[in-house]
């Protein structure tokens, strides 16, 4: 990809539509908060996050032991849940309009994944609640093409080739065509 990410983000809204990209949609997200540290500041996050998605929250634990930082190997330092495509799409909106329909080119991997956060959980439409306090979220898109099963089915799983995977490209000229409304012609997302 020897493109500069204005000349591709030019291209893309120039495209014709003979030039149109496999079916590409959301396959799933996860929303997380990382505190660094348990204890009841991690219990007052997943408070936080199942009030955002109405699910029950996941811990995640340290996978190794960092002496300056307080942390042991398996202590609990994080919370997650993981999405469906409608409110994973319901929660990149309301993320996108926070952040103006504008991202930036890192946000965007070459491995299918875009991801986005905030800095206050209060910006999504609640109210500040002493008790609970403020936290910022991480939002993780990973997006398929039809056929991704075949690597994860129990009965002949099989790798998928090169034009099955999503690219980066096409991850962009999906962000795009998706919120074309709202998405500046400018130099960045």
């Given at each position: 990809?020897?493109?500069?990410?204005?000349?591709l983000?030019?291209?893309?809204?120039?495209?014709?539509?003979?030039?149109?990209?496999?079916?590409?949609?959301?396959?799933?997200?996860?929303?997380?908060?990382e505190?660094?540290k348990?204890?009841n500041?991690?219990?007052?996050?997943?408070?936080?996050?199942?009030?955002?998605?109405?699910?029950?929250?996941?811990?995640?634990?340290?996978?190794t032991?960092?002496?300056s930082?307080?942390?042991?190997?398996?202590?609990?330092?994080?919370?997650?849940?993981?999405?469906t495509?409608?409110?994973?799409?319901?929660?990149?909106f309301?993320?996108?309009k926070?952040?103006?329909f504008?991202?930036?080119?890192?946000?965007?991997?070459f491995?299918?994944?875009?991801?986005?956060?905030?800095?206050?959980?209060?910006d999504?439409?609640?109210?500040?609640?002493q008790?609970?306090?403020?936290?910022?979220?991480?939002?993780?898109v990973?997006?398929?093409?039809?056929?991704e099963?075949?690597?994860?089915?129990?009965?002949?799983?099989?790798?998928?080739?090169?034009?099955?995977?999503?690219?980066?490209?096409?991850?962009?000229?999906?962000?795009?065509q998706?919120?074309?409304?709202?998405?500046?012609?400018?130099?960045?997302?």
């Amino acid at each position: 990809m020897n493109k500069s990410f204005t000349q591709l983000i030019q291209e893309i809204h120039h495209r014709e539509p003979n030039k149109i990209f496999g079916n590409v949609t959301i396959s799933r997200s996860t929303l997380s908060i990382e505190v660094g540290k348990s204890g009841n500041l991690l219990y007052k996050s997943a408070k936080i996050l199942k009030k955002v998605t109405s699910q029950i929250p996941c811990f995640g634990k340290a996978k190794t032991t960092i002496k300056s930082f307080g942390i042991r190997k398996g202590e609990y330092i994080s919370c997650y849940c993981t999405l469906t495509p409608k409110k994973t799409f319901l929660l990149l909106f309301k993320f996108l309009k926070l952040k103006n329909f504008i991202l930036k080119e890192s946000s965007f991997s070459f491995n299918s994944t875009f991801g986005l956060g905030i800095k206050d959980h209060l910006d999504l439409g609640f109210s500040y609640s002493q008790s609970l306090g403020i936290q910022g979220l991480n939002l993780n898109v990973l997006l398929k093409k039809p056929g991704e099963r075949i690597r994860y089915r129990k009965k002949m799983k099989r790798k998928i080739g090169c034009k099955q995977r999503v690219k980066k490209e096409e991850l962009l000229y999906w962000f795009v065509q998706t919120f074309q409304e709202y998405v500046p012609k400018t130099d960045s997302i």
